[in-house]
C-alpha cells in the first residue's frame, strides 16, 4: 500500500524529535498502522536547521500555508504553538480537507470548540494525545479506556517545569525565585516561564481533560488559575512535618451543582502515590465509578516522549481515515450531539480542604479565639501544629489543616481571624485535598 503522506509544521524541539522517530521505528510503526507513514515536506522559518534534521528525507519549505493546502497531503501536524498564526493553519488545514495532529494545548483550550466543529463539518480528525502530558497516553485512557466508567474527578500534575521546581524546593529547602533561575540554567524553564508558573500551562491541559473526562464544552475561560510563583518555602516545610507535599495540580470535578475546574498549590498526603512524583516527570490520577483510581505517570514533555504521542496519533489516523466519520472515536469521547452545558462553578463554590498559617502574639486565648471562628463557621480542625517562639519573639506560627469546607465559607472565616487584634498580617491559605 502507498505510504500516507503527512506535512509537518515546525521542525524544533517536538517536531525534530517526531522526525526521528518515525525515521528509527518506521517498519514497527507501519506494521502498526498497515502501512508506511511517511512526512514528505516540512515547514520551517530555519531552513537551514530542518536540512541538518531532515537531510535529504523530505522537502523544506517555510510557507506553511503552502502545506495546508497542498494537495499531496494527507495529515498535518501543528507543531507551531500560540493560538494566532497555529489556528489558521489549523483552520486552513481542516478547510483543506487534511487530518491535523497538534501537540497545541493553548490553541484547543482556547478555540477548541471552533476547531472541533469545522472539523467535523469536514469529516476530518483532529487528533492531540501529545497536547497533555507529553509521552503520557492520557487523552488515550479518558477518551476510549475509561469509557465504560463515570468519571468522578482527574487530578494531575500536567506541567513538569513547576513540578521541577516544587521539587527542588522542598529537597534544598531553597526559594521560589532562586530555584526558577537555576531551572532556566538547566534548561527545564524557559526564558519567559510566565505560562508554566503561573499555572496557565497546567490549566490549558486541565481544560481539555475536563471536556473529555465530564462531555461538557471545552471551558477555559471559566477555570480557576493560581500559579506556584507566591509559594513560600516553608509553607512547603510546615507540610512535610504535617505528613503532605505540595504539588501544582489541575483538578476537574464533576459535582451535581457542576464541575469544578481548579489549577492551585495543593497539599496532598505524602503517602499517595501522585505526591511523590518528583523533577519534572508528569502522573494524572482518574478516578471513575466503575474501576476506581488509576494512575497514569511519565514524561510530560521533551522530544522523543511528546513524539511518541504525535505518532501515536499519526497511527490512529491512518488506521481510521478511510472509516465513516461517523464511525471514528469522537474528538472529545462524547458524541457531539451528547455535550452537555453542566455550569462551570466559580470557585468561592469549590469543596476543598485548607492548610492556613498564620503569625500570632504568644499569649492566652488567642488559639482558642482561632478556633471559635473556625468553630462557628462549621469548619472542623484536622490537624495543627505552633511552633515554639524563637528566643526572646512574643508571637509564633501557628498552622492549621481543615477538614472540607465551601471555599467562601472559608474565606469569610479567614477575614475575621485576619481582623483579631493578635494575628499578625496576612493568613496564608493553601487547598489540600486528600485524593
Ligand atoms: N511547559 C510544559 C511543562 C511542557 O513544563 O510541562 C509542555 O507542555
Known amino acids: 500500500m502507498k505510504p500516507i503522506k503527512v506535512g509537518l509544521l515546525g521542525i524544533g524541539t517536538v517536531g525534530g524529535g517526531t522526525f526521528t522517530v518515525l525515521k528509527r521505528n518506521s517498519s ?30 523530505a522537502r523544506i519549505v517555510d510557507d506553511a500555508f503552502a502545506v495546508a493546502r497542498d494537495p499531496d497531503i494527507d495529515i498535518v501536524i501543528e507543531l507551531i504553538g500560540g493560538h494566532t498564526v497555529a489556528k489558521d493553519l489549523v483552520l486552513a488545514a481542516i478547510e483543506n480537507g ?29 487528533a ?24 468522578q474527578w482527574v487530578a494531575g500534575i500536567i506541567n513538569g517545569t513547576t513540578n521541577f521546581i516544587l521539587s527542588e524546593m522542598r529537597d534544598k529547602g531553597l526559594p521560589f525565585a532562586d530555584v526558577l533561575r537555576q531551572a532556566q540554567a538547566l534548561g527545564y524553564a524557559e526564558a519567559d516561564p510566565t505560562f508554566d508558573i503561573e499555572g496557565i500551562d497546567a490549566a490549558h491541559k486541565a481544560t481539555i481533560m475536563s471536556a473529555i473526562a465530564f462531555g461538557i464544552p471545552i471551558q477555559f475561560g471559566k477555570a480557576y488559575v493560581e500559579g506556584i510563583n507566591r509559594l513560600d518555602a516553608v509553607d ?22 457542576g464541575i469544578e475546574l481548579r489549577v492551585h498549590p495543593t497539599l496532598i498526603p505524602s503517602s499517595r502515590l501522585i ?49 465513516d466519520p461517523e464511525h471514528r472515536v469522537p474528538h472529545l469521547a462524547f458524541q457531539p450531539d451528547q455535550v452537555q452545558d453542566i455550569p462551570v462553578l466559580p470557585i468561592g463554590e469549590v469543596i476543598t480542604s ?29 490537624a495543627m501544629i505552633q511552633k ?45 485535598e486528600r485524593l
Open 28 to 57: 514497527e510503526i507501519a506494521r502498526r498502522a498497515g502501512r508506511e507513514i511517511r512526512i514528505t515536506v516540512v515547514a520551517d522559518r530555519n531552513l537551514e536547521q530542518a536540512r541538518k534534521i531532515v537531510g535529504n528525507d
Open 98 to 126: 487534511k487530518h491535523v495532529v497538534t501537540a497545541n494545548k493553548a490553541l484547543l483550550a482556547v478555540h477548541g470548540n471552533e476547531i472541533f466543529a469545522a472539523a467535523r463539518d469536514k469529516g476530518v480528525m483532529v
Open 128 to 151: 492531540f494525545e501529545a497536547a497533555v502530558a507529553g509521552g503520557i497516553p492520557i487523552i488515550k485512557a479518558l477518551r476510549e479506556g475509561l469509557s465504560a466508567n463515570r468519571i
Open 236 to 257: 512547603i516545610a510546615y507540610a512535610e512535618q504535617l505528613g503532605y507535599r505540595i504539588k501544582l495540580l489541575g483538578i476537574a470535578r464533576k459535582r451535581d451543582e
Open 275 to 323: 505526591a511523590n512524583v518528583e523533577g519534572a516527570m508528569n502522573a494524572v490520577v482518574v478516578q471513575s465509578d466503575a474501576v476506581g483510581a488509576t494512575l497514569y505517570y511519565g514524561k510530560g514533555a521533551g522530544a522523543e516522549p511528546t513524539a511518541s504521542a504525535v505518532i501515536a496519533d499519526l497511527v490512529d489516523i491512518t488506521r481510521l481515515h478511510t472509516a
Open 354 to 382: 485548607y492548610y492556613l498559617r498564620m503569625k500570632v502574639a504568644d499569649r492566652p486565648g488567642v488559639l482558642a479565639d482561632i478556633t471559635r471562628i473556625l468553630a462557628d463557621s462549621e469548619i472542623s480542625i484536622d
Open 388 to 432: 515554639a517562639p524563637e528566643e526572646g519573639e512574643n508571637q509564633t506560627d501557628i498552622i492549621l489543616l481543615t477538614h472540607q469546607t465551601v471555599e467562601k465559607n472559608a474565606n469569610a472565616a479567614i477575614t475575621k481571624i485576619e481582623a483579631l487584634a493578635t494575628v499578625r498580617g496576612k493568613v496564608t491559605r493553601l487547598r489540600l
